[in-house]
């Protein structure tokens, strides 16, 4: 990964940027910073013709077909002049009859083992004869690209007809998810974030130094400043069997898809938004597993750091990193579902207020020209503070095809950064929004006894507004639960749940600490 002085001269190279420097030197041996995609495709496929499209289409970006290399004037794209596509796209078959749960343990597996660095960062593994077709398992190192990116990049191997047609990228194909139209305005404000230069790293260095002195500016601070000082102060979440040491073994799992008229009836229906439904359902999924084993849930909050795409318009398709990060705080500790749910809804609108995400962005440019101890340090104190990663991107709501072959299912993970052991995604497909989860084996060793779960509480919702529906139409009164909660139902209804046209936010009002 060291590049010479006179290598750097005999191929082309490209420097890296300070972002993208960031997640190249994150990797740790217990969790790598590899995104991970599936996408499975119908039969019959012609895998010749698979694999002739993915390596144009993937080679029609240079980036994978140069290495990442680390010389004394800082990190590097560099042409592989070894480059062997054979590397890079491999035919694989699953042992025994090859279904659902023989191609989790093998996505697990692939998210577990690294890239080779004297190489370029990827590799798109055909696997063969799955449930009649095949499916296509993409890795992709952070550094080439956030979510968005690989989204992107999967999305460009596909076609809007068997015959080969390229898929226009209308409005709605554009969509970069619901969470990340929340914060829509705040993409005009990435050269605030990026305010977070090497002076600032160093107040921010002083104030991991001096957590009285940090407590104090996030209390009363505004700006980059009183922003990062509320990163580097908030307490950590509630302790529970989700958090630890992760050994670096992974598990996937993945649900059945929930309609999306669906979800979004019952959001407009209960008054919230697409986003606070989902988020729910996954607080829902999480306290039912901790209930299962044993464990005390009142007053328990899972905190989860949600990348947010903050690229202008017309740059959804360019590689790299333009992301920051908000913490999400799911409120697992309540027991009662509706409750859960307008909880939910109240932290998103706080969210909205929020300027982490162009402020973390600007941390990880920083951090990325600072020593990498120093880097360690500080992703450190702010990760330790969360248990899981969670992802929401959308794929196009058209269904598409690849080598003439129709695109069923798409999923992906980003990586764990830190310690963080659980990776959680929300994707939404062709009319269907499917959760998929990752986990360390040491601190989650079962995945799929929580993914199991998202359905149920999807349900719950579901259930409890066609009751509604069904008991007006019969002329009865709405029906409320045991406490009272559907009486907030008409003034949370009369709230628009359209985040993307939303006002720039001003800085938020530092929420209370959480219970341990």
């Not at 996030?218 to 989700?242: I, K, N, Q, W």
Request: charged letters at 25%; proline letters at 6%.
């Amino acid at each position: 990964m060291i590049m010479s002085a006179r290598e750097a001269h005999m191929v082309h190279t490209e420097k890296m940027t300070s972002v993208d420097t960031s997640w190249l030197r994150m990797d740790r041996p217990n969790n790598l910073m590899v995104i991970v995609g599936v996408m499975a495709l119908e039969g019959p496929v012609k895998v010749a013709r698979l694999e002739k499209l993915l390596g144009e289409r993937m080679l029609a970006y240079r980036r994978f077909r140069q290495r990442a290399t680390i010389g004394p004037a800082g990190a590097y794209w560099v042409d592989d002049r070894n480059f062997d596509i054979g590397r890079h796209i491999k035919r694989v078959r699953l042992p025994g009859r090859g279904g659902e749960q023989a191609l989790q343990k093998y996505v697990g597996d692939l998210a577990a083992e690294p890239l080779d660095y004297n190489h370029p960062l990827w590799q798109t593994h055909i696997v063969e004869k799955y449930d009649g077709g095949v499916a296509i398992v993409s890795r992709i190192h952070h550094a080439i690209g956030d979510g968005m990116a690989l989204m992107a990049v999967m999305l460009g191997l596909a076609d809007h007809t068997q015959n080969g047609a390229r898929p226009n990228r209308d409005k709605e194909d554009a969509d970069d998810g619901w969470l990340s139209k929340m914060f829509a305005p705040l993409t005009s404000a990435v050269d605030t974030g990026m305010k977070v230069t090497t002076s600032t790293l160093r107040e921010t260095l002083a104030m991991a130094l001096h957590p009285q002195r940090a407590a104090k500016l996030a209390r009363t601070g505004v700006g980059v400043a009183g922003e990062l000082a509320y990163l580097l102060t908030m307490p950590s979440d509630s302790a529970t069997r989700f958090k630890g040491k992760p050994r670096g073994h992974k598990r996937v799992a993945w649900t059945r898809p929930l309609r999306l008229t669906e979800v979004k009836a019952v959001s407009h229906a209960l008054g919230c938004s697409i986003n606070d439904v989902l988020l729910a359902c996954v607080a829902g999924a999480l306290r039912a597993y901790l209930d299962e084993k044993g464990e005390e849930t009142a007053g328990v909050e899972v905190r989860a750091l949600v990348p947010i795409n903050l690229r202008p318009p017309g740059e959804e398709h360019k590689l790299g990193n333009r992301f920051g990060i908000i913490a999400v705080e799911l409120p697992v500790g309540f027991d009662n579902p509706l409750e859960r749910l307008f909880e939910t809804r109240r932290r998103m609108i706080a969210l909205k207020k929020s300027y982490e995400p162009p402020v973390t962005y600007g941390l990880f440019g920083a951090l990325g020209l600072a020593p990498k101890l120093v880097q360690d340090q500080l992703f450190d104190m702010l990760l330790q503070r969360a248990t899981a990663v969670m992802t929401n991107v959308p794929g196009p709501q058209e269904e598409l095809f690849i080598a003439g072959s129709r695109v069923k299912q798409v999923m992906f993970w980003v990586p764990q950064s830190g310690d963080i052991g659980m990776g959680v995604s929300i994707l939404s497909y062709a009319g269907k929004v499917q959760f998929g989860l990752i986990t360390d084996t040491a601190l989650t060793p079962d995945p799929e006894a929580i993914i199991d779960r998202f359905e149920g509480e999807f349900d719950a919702y579901l259930y409890r507004v066609l009751l509604d529906e069904s008991t007006r139409e019969h002329g009865g009164a709405p029906v409320e639960d045991s406490d009272g909660i559907m009486q907030e139902l008409a003034p949370l209804a009369q709230a628009s749940d359209d985040t993307d046209e939303t006002p720039a936010p001003a800085m938020r009002k530092r929420p209370k600490r959480l219970r341990a």
